[in-house]
């Protein structure tokens, strides 16, 4: 079984929305995280999915999957106290659903709506061969890592390096058994699932995406999603 778990539990201080977190923004009469789950809901190889939504919106999320026809959502719980401990609950939901310890588990973003179906088959194909996908791109540019008073430590190779983005994949008997041993050591606040699961020993591998699949947060970010939107359905009528 592969399963996704779109994380949706932030409130999206950053987006500056008037009335409504920034997942339940409106493109074309649509809100982002319906645009993002569509995704899933239209691949062949997802065979369920469980999204983690602020607790209060989560009435307006059931409300969604009946109007969308969302039917491969099997659950929609709460978030959590962190960002990890919100995929926290979503993998523990995702296991009572689980049919064996080979199933797959999909990471992914309630406002990264640009996903391809193809990077859905290469995370699964990836986590089949070597238990993990982690989808990113490679730098356009060069970056530096920097200490606390901003002087250059290191300018890593560019041909090197990448940039993670989502989903990032995993079996979900594994990322559970990092989860719960990085609870166990206090540590409820790692920034994702690669980090957490590079810290606990785990081998992680990545797939390359493409730069599209950008995380909505600001309102630049949401303004340029309309337009690549735009641009995707374009596509469809010109040929």
């Given at each position: 079984m592969n399963i996704a778990v779109i994380f949706a539990g932030g409130s999206g201080t950053r987006?500056?929305?008037?009335?409504?977190p920034k997942q339940f923004l409106l493109v074309h009469?649509?809100?982002?995280?319906?645009?993002?789950?569509?995704v899933f809901q239209n691949h062949p190889d997802i065979d369920a999915v469980v999204v983690v939504c602020i607790a209060d919106?989560?009435?307006?999320?059931e409300e969604l999957k009946f109007r969308y026809r969302l039917d491969k959502i099997r659950t929609i719980v709460p978030g959590g106290s962190t960002g990890q401990m919100s995929i926290f609950n979503g993998l523990e939901a995702a296991e009572k659903i689980s049919g064996n310890d080979d199933d797959i588990v999909l990471i992914h973003d309630g406002v990264r709506p640009l996903i391809t179906a193809d990077e859905l088959t290469l995370n699964i194909e990836s986590v089949k061969k070597h238990g993990s996908a982690i989808t990113c791109v490679k730098t356009k540019e060069t970056f530096v890592l920097v200490d606390d008073d901003n002087k250059v430590i290191k300018v890593p190779d560019r041909a090197h390096s990448y940039v993670a983005k989502a989903p990032q994949s995993f079996r979900l008997k594994d990322i559970l058994a990092a989860q719960r041993k990085a609870i166990a050591d206090g540590n409820t606040n790692m920034i994702d699932s690669c980090t957490l699961m590079q810290q606990y020993g785990y081998e992680t591998y990545c797939i390359i995406?493409?730069?599209?699949?950008m995380k909505i947060t600001t309102p630049d970010d949401f303004y340029t999603f309309r337009a690549l939107y735009?641009?995707?359905?374009?596509?469809?009528?010109y040929f």
């Open positions: 987006m500056n929305s008037k009335d409504k009469g649509k809100p982002i995280i319906v645009h993002t789950i569509e919106w989560i009435d307006h999320m995406g493409n730069y599209e699949n735009d641009a995707r359905e374009n596509q469809q009528l």
